[in-house]
């Protein structure tokens, strides 16, 4: 077995330090060394978006990413999301417009979005698409998470 | 996941010159996005065990602009090339091929060196950068080197770099004068798409003729290729008048597509020839 | 309550991703469990054996040698092993072999690699024709899973006579449910001094069947074995029955291990190895006068059923059933066969069989409109069903059926008229992208087919909760459709509470009754009936007992509920399902009332088809639909959305490329679901009909998407580039190119 490192980085805000196999996934080093499993795993091989999370304010699929290249990055995952206040404006919109269905999808699509708005506070639907476009979901057919994230964008304004 | 993960290695060397050296001493592959290694690995596929982290090598970053040309980073992500407005200017064909790449989750993590490295014969920015004339400056502990970006494949996965080799930058050459730019890729959706096949032209346009033309093609070879005899069929050729069907003809001893997992030889061939007959429509247009 | 958009309950949870599907929950002491399979498609096992360099004693194996008790897996017929055994026969290369456990996953991963099967070979055979040749027998003595015949008048004489005959062929590939949580199991074995027993959580949509699987695999009393539904990411039918299977084995191997044992599919193998969209073959002959009235109608309807039975039987029920379409018609013979070959056993997939069907009758009657120079709506016009009028079993439209004003509605929210001459002008000039209107008129049988619902005897209740709100007991299952909200809906509608008042209770086989299995677009209509049926008694028999009074506020009602749970210890009410007096089926003559209603819908779409690249883009899609009343306006707009989606990627993209038996295409990257960027807002109208058999009036609406858009699509796309052969989906851009070849030859 291939030495662990120590991995130093800040996770939802917070300092953490961590010892781990430099090429664990990102993914499992999240769900099972660290218990959060709300990143999910829909495919293993970049294309479903459900395992999506913010490194240095980026998305990027943590099923593609080897624990390694964490090291002194700021990680936000979906628990990271939501405030002491209350849900995320996303996560809200999500939930008033029924954008999540079976749910699989929604923690991946919630990060992307805010990513987005945070990006492009008053996105028009090519911005959208775009933004959304690597999180495939097959319960909504997306017309309700697209309004959910242009309402999200209004209540923000 | 399928891979075995109690035998990898992966280090993080602290300098160009460090990793060179553990190029050398076989310690390890490149690593830079991992959003191709990533996936052989998670597929329980990948060969090779060690890998050496290059994703924050200074010398691999940023991009540089002179007058006759831009110098890309082999690190640049397609998010770091979609935001740089020189791109967009001059290379027009460039920020298609990086917006069609994947989705925004890999476009904030491939890199246009992995992209060039992973030579796969449906990667969508090499076809644009055979159009462009691009060069690769390769760097090893015996010295630099570069080489013309068109010589640089050679035959599935096989290139014209040495395993102590690291691909540092992409010199891209700004196109002077009036250029046509035509890029598109035909995938099997509208994102997250891998190319069925993809065709990128430039040409400088002068006096009414086609001065300068070069086309790229994807995924209807063993690696990226030129298309030298539709090329030649159209060089010096008059916009109002270019010979379309010769060049289509001659644009099959370009290719040599298969029937895979993805679509068919066929298609590959008939489609290609469209795309390029649209590119050259686009081309005579501007000649009006 | 009934009729407004309660939000989704489980929503907040789901959107914090705070829910715990199954791979999510912690269980100390688990191990993980993975599967060898065989890898040809046809042969005898002969040996199993264990390579270098593992720790085998660490592991614990289980082969079919180990099982306690019936190594069948059950259903219909239960004749899928869990396990092959040594000197059995291997019938498909996915099949399950050898169980392997152990707490650490590399070395799981690298052990599966690790064990090599010894497989004498026999010859296989891998599609429809090769089966129906019998160029081997693999199944039975004539290779049939079932054979299905439906019969009315006699369509033979009119042949001769009518103005016009009319023939097609017509072909659908497999399809993946690809729900985004892959297969997931937990199970649990503890033995005490009464025994062994069994509890399995995972997602699966039927707790019933993996009881009933796992009672057989281990002979165990009913109350031995306790099987929970956990949330669940998608199912789509996809978790009906591989579940079973799955379920089997790990509770096998945490029987043997004596570990709580955890198996999660991986994306490839849960594409490779679980069940999919049956592929169909469909060839119709029809008959009409000179005025296109249909005359006569002959469907020969085949499906491949893969290795074994499992669930074919009744998806070719369904997808017979559904062959005549919309269409009044006075002369019908429908023949319906599923084949067996050596693949992967296919199963449940929203529509179930009616997808395949309605694909081939809905193209077929553009094409005739096409061959007798009509349109092809005035042709649907004049053969819609209508009150009164018997469909191909006999059964009687006893309901107030408006098809003509479902179709028009579609089309004006297209703004089809307009639309069909304007392109028909723009193609005329051979733009570089020529665009198309269609649309494809269906229904969906809700509820289980024929006498189904009568075997079944469904039962659904109510319960007094401590604090005086009530939960509602059902064995259905939420797997994104909303479920929860629905039933607590129509419980808090007929108790006269606010929906806060009522929960819904986890799908627990120790908690709940059977209400049968969670699909065939039943639960809303058959089960929701049921829990509103529970909820009337539930509310009676406080006001009989003299504990609450009408009008009462939801504080008293709480009040009577805490009443009477201190007189009685505990307060439930139970509905169970009885066939309607008036609902008539004969399972050997196929005749009678197949449904105790339908769904109906009229679903018109505009496509774009670049003919540079033979791509074809979806720009607008309506779905006008007919569900009786909707409980909830939100859920089922998504339902409907979503179920579109799944239905374009059916017609246009989503294609299974199967070698020797085996899916080639089993990653993301290369079977292609619709991404946002793929797909038009989805727009959705629904009119409203309410019907006796359901809650409040609602019917079924789960699958009924599903079964339009492939041939509303393609149906399009004729109009945009054709007339062209287009009877097979999915029409990827190579097969549409092949068609505009073969026309430009001539
Ligand atoms: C979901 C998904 C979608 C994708 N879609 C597309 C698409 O549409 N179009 C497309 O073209 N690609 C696509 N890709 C492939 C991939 O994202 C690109 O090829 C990307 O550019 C690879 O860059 P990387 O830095 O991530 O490469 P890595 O995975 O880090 O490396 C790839 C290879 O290049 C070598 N390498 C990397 N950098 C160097 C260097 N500087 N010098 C020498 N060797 C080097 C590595 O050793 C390795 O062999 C997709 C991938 C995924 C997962
Ligand atoms: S699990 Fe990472 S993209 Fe699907
Ligand atoms: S809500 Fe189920 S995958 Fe998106």
Redesign the interface.
Same mark, same amino acid.
């Given at each position: 077995m291939a030495e662990r490192i120590t991995l130093t980085f800040t996770l939802n805000g917070k300092p953490q330090t961590l010892a781990v196999h430099p090429m664990t996934r990102l993914l499992d080093m999240l769900r099972e060394d660290l218990g959060l499993t709300g990143t999910k795993e829909g495919c293993g091989e970049g294309e479903c978006g459900a395992c999506a999370v913010l490194l240095d304010g980026r998305v990027v699929n943590s099923c593609l990413i080897p624990a390694l290249q964490v090291e002194g990055c700021d990680l936000v995952t979906i628990e990271g999301l939501a405030t002491a206040s209350g849900l995320h404006p996303v996560q809200a919109a999500l939930l008033a417009h029924n954008g999540a269905q079976c749910g699989f999808c929604s923690p991946g699509m919630a990060i992307s979005a805010a990513d987005l708005l945070r990006r492009c506070p008053n996105p028009n639907h090519g911005d959208v698409k775009d933004a959304l476009s690597g999180n495939l979901c097959r319960c909504t057919g997306y017309t309700k998470i697209v309004e959910a994230v242009q309402a999200a964008a209004r209540s923000e304004a | 996941?399928?891979?075995?993960?109690?035998?990898?290695?992966?280090?993080?060397p602290a300098s160009l010159s460090e990793a060179l050296q553990m190029l050398a001493a076989h310690t390890g592959r490149p690593?830079a996005g991992?959003?191709d290694l990533?996936?052989v690995?998670?597929?329980?596929k990948l060969r090779e065990t060690r890998?050496l982290?290059i994703?924050r090598l200074p010398e691999l970053q940023g991009i540089r602009e002179t007058p006759e040309y831009l110098d890309l980073g082999a690190l640049c992500t397609f998010?770091e090339l979609l935001a740089h407005p020189a791109i967009h200017r001059h290379f027009p064909n460039l920020v298609k091929s990086a917006?069609a790449t994947? !989705?925004? &989750? %890999?476009q904030?993590?491939g890199t246009l060196g992995g992209n060039i490295a992973n030579a796969s014969p449906a990667a969508d920015t090499p076809p644009c950068l055979l159009a462009y004339g691009a060069e690769l400056e390769l760097v090893s502990p015996r010295g630099t080197r570069v080489v013309p970006y068109e010589l640089f494949h050679q035959g599935y996965k096989v290139m014209d770099l040495a395993a102590d080799e690291l691909v540092t930058r992409i010199r891209v050459p700004k196109p002077s004068g009036t250029s046509v730019h035509y890029f598109r890729k035909?995938g099997?959706?509208? !994102?997250? &798409? %891998?190319a069925k096949l993809s065709l990128a032209l430039v040409a400088q346009v002068a006096d009414g003729c086609v001065a300068n033309l070069r086309i790229g093609l994807g995924a209807v070879a063993p690696a990226p290729v030129r298309a030298c005899h539709a090329e030649a069929v159209l060089q010096g050729q008059p916009l109002a008048n270019l010979p379309v069907a010769v060049a289509l003809e001659a644009l099959l001893a370009d290719m040599s597509p298969i029937d895979d997992?993805?679509?068919?030889a066929?298609?590959r061939s008939?489609?290609t020839r469209?795309?390029l007959?649209?590119a050259l429509r686009t081309l005579s247009a501007t000649g009006n | 309550m009934i009729g407004q958009s309660a939000i989704r309950k489980e929503g907040r949870a789901k959107v914090l991703g705070a829910t715990q599907y199954t791979a999510d929950v912690p269980v100390e002491g688990l191990w993980r469990g993975a599967t060898v399979r065989s890898d040809v498609p046809r042969g005898i096992l002969r040996g199993i054996h264990f390579g270098e360099g593992i720790p085998w004693s660490e592991f614990t194996v289980v082969t079919a040698a180990d099982i306690p008790g019936k190594n069948r897996v059950a259903s219909i017929v239960a004749d899928q092993p869990f396990l092959v055994g040594i000197g059995e026969e291997v019938m498909h290369p996915e099949q399950p072999v050898v169980l392997l456990a152990h707490p650490d996953r590399y070395l799981l991963e690298a052990a599966r690699k690790a064990v090599r099967l010894e497989i004498e070979p026999l010859p296989a055979i891998f599609d429809m024709e090769a089966s129906l040749r019998q160029d081997e027998l693999i199944y039975g003595t004539d290779n049939l899973l079932k054979e299905i015949r439906i019969a009315k008048g006699d369509p033979a004489p009119i042949w001769e006579t009518a103005a016009f005959v009319i023939e097609g062929d017509y072909r659908t590939g497999a399809q993946e449910q690809l729900y985004l949580e892959t297969q997931a199991i937990l199970a649990f074995a503890n033995t005490d001094e009464n025994g062994l027993r069994i509890t399995i959580q995972g997602s699966l949509q039927c707790p019933y069947y993996v009881h009933g699987a796992i009672a057989g695999l281990f002979e165990l009393p009913a109350d031995h074995v306790r099987v929970t539904a956990l949330e669940m990411g998608g199912a789509f039918g996809g978790k009906e029955d591989y579940p079973s299977l799955i379920a089997g084995h790990a509770a096998l191997l945490a029987w043997k291990s004596g570990h709580p044992v955890r198996i999660v599919y991986d994306r490839e193998e849960d594409m490779a190895a679980t069940t999919k969209r049956h592929p169909s073959r469909t060839h119709i002959k029809s008959a009409f006068d000179a005025n296109g009235h249909l005359l006569a109608l002959d469907v020969d309807f085949q499906l491949d059923g893969g290795a074994y039975a499992t669930m074919s039987p009744v998806v070719l029920s369904r997808g017979t059933l559904h062959a005549a379409g919309v269409y009044r018609c006075p002369h019908v013979a429908i023949h319906g066969r599923a084949l067996a070959t050596n693949t992967p056993p296919p199963g449940a997939f929203r529509g179930f069989g009616a997808p395949q069907s309605l694909f081939a009758i809905e193209r077929h009657m553009d094409i005739c409109a096409q061959r007798m120079g009509m349109d092809p709506v005035e042709l649907r016009r004049r053969n819609f069903l209508r009150l009164g009028d018997s469909m191909a079993t006999g059964q009687v439209i006893r309901e107030d059926l408006d098809l003509a004003g479902l179709m028009d509605r579609a089309l004006v929210e297209l703004d089809y008229d307009a639309k069909r001459k304007r392109f028909q002008t723009e193609n005329a000039a051979s733009p570089e992208v020529c665009r198309g209107v269609g649309f494809a008129v269906f229904m969906h049988g809700c509820g289980f087919t024929g006498s189904g619902e009568a075997k079944l005897a469904s039962v659904a209740g109510l319960e007094a909760l401590p604090d005086g709100r009530v939960s509602v007991l059902a064995a259905s299952t939420e797997m994104g459709q909303g479920k929860h909200t629905v039933f607590a809906q129509v419980a808090a509608e007929a108790l006269g509470l606010p929906i806060e008042l009522v929960e819904v209770a986890p799908s627990d086989t120790s908690r709940v009754p059977n209400s049968g299995p969670t699909v065939a677009s039943r639960s809303t209509m058959v089960v929701g009936k049921l829990i509103q049926d529970a909820a009337v008694a539930f509310r009676q028999g406080l006001i009989q007992q003299g504990l609450l009074h009408e009008p009462f506020t939801p504080e008293a009602f709480q009040a009577a509920v805490r009443a009477m749970l201190a007189r009685s210890g505990s307060y439930k009410t139970y509905a169970q399902y009885h066939t309607p007096p008036q609902q008539k089926w004969d399972d050997t003559s196929y005749q009678g009332d197949a449904y105790p209603t339908f769904t109906w819908a009229c679903y018109a779409t505009q496509v774009a088809v670049d003919t540079v690249t033979w791509e074809v883009a979806v720009e607008d899609f309506v779905a006008v639909q007919e569900v009786g009343r909707v409980i909830n306006p939100t859920l089922a707009t998504g339902q409907v959305q979503g179920g579109v989606a799944q239905g374009i990627g059916f017609g246009l993209w989503e294609e299974v490329r199967m070698h020797n038996g085996r899916m080639a295409n089993t990653q993301l990257t290369n079977y292609a679901i619709p991404t946002l960027a793929d797909l038009p807002e989805i727009r959705v109208v629904f009119l409203e009909n309410p019907h006796p058999a359901g809650p409040g009036g609602a019917k079924g609406l789960g699958e009924l998407p599903m079964n339009g858009p492939a041939p509303a699509l393609l149906n399009a796309v004729d109009f945009a580039v054709g007339p062209l052969r287009l009877d097979e989906v999915p029409m990827t851009p190579e097969r549409l190119l092949d068609r505009a070849e073969e026309v430009a030859r001539g």
């Open positions: - | 996941m399928r891979g075995f993960l109690p035998a990898m290695e992966l280090q993080r690593f991992g959003t990533m996936v690995y998670n597929a329980g890998f982290d994703a998010t917006k994947g !989705a925004l &989750a %890999i904030n993590r035909v099997t959706r509208q !994102a997250q &798409a %891998i997992i993805r679509s068919t066929h298609y008939i489609v469209n795309l007959a649209q | -």
